[in-house]
């Protein structure tokens, strides 16, 4: 009797299976997402100011030049990065000269970070080729997609 009930289990989940639709990985979001995101990537290194500047890096100084001093925890809130990854693009920063860290006067413990006058030179660079870098990316979409597709992308990440 157990064998008969294990029998209908395996045949009521291999026709479970038969009615599911194939799985295929060319139409999952989570591969056309890295897809769409390794050629933002090439794109990006392509146009970019700098070579050796990533889009993490480029994140962090444009984060910075757009609220002028945070710590590195505020900035790492505000790009999204979590606190290792902002650790390594920090210190990759302040070891070109991009970026300059002090004490908060109010809390000794935290460090702010500020561009540096090179920081800012490549910052001013770098705005207008991300300009380009978006417009290159999203140039296969109409411009009514490309307002639909950023809102859409805005939902997923909240």
């Not at 070579?51 to 809130?77: C, I, Y």
């Given at each position: 009797?157990?064998?008969r ?45 700098d ?9 962090a ?37 991009l ?60």
């Amino acid at each position: 009797m157990g064998w008969r009930a294990a029998d209908r289990t395996k045949q009521t989940l291999k026709a479970q299976n038969d009615d599911a639709p194939e799985y295929l990985l060319e139409d999952q979001v989570g591969h056309l997402l890295r897809r769409a995101h390794q050629r933002h990537t090439a794109i990006f290194q392509a146009n970019i100011a700098d070579q050796q500047l990533t889009p993490l890096q480029f994140a962090a100084l444009m984060k910075l030049a757009d609220v002028g001093e945070a710590s590195q925890n505020h900035l790492g809130r505000l790009t999204a990065m979590d606190a290792a990854t902002m650790q390594g693009v920090i210190k990759r920063l302040i070891a070109r000269g991009l970026i300059a860290r002090r004490p908060d006067p109010d809390d000794r413990r935290r460090l702010l970070l500020t561009l540096t006058e090179d920081g800012r030179i490549l910052v001013d660079v770098a705005t207008a080729r991300g300009h380009r870098i978006s417009d290159e990316t999203l140039e296969p979409l109409s411009p009514s997609e490309r307002q639909t597709f950023l809102k859409l992308l805005l939902r997923l990440t909240d």
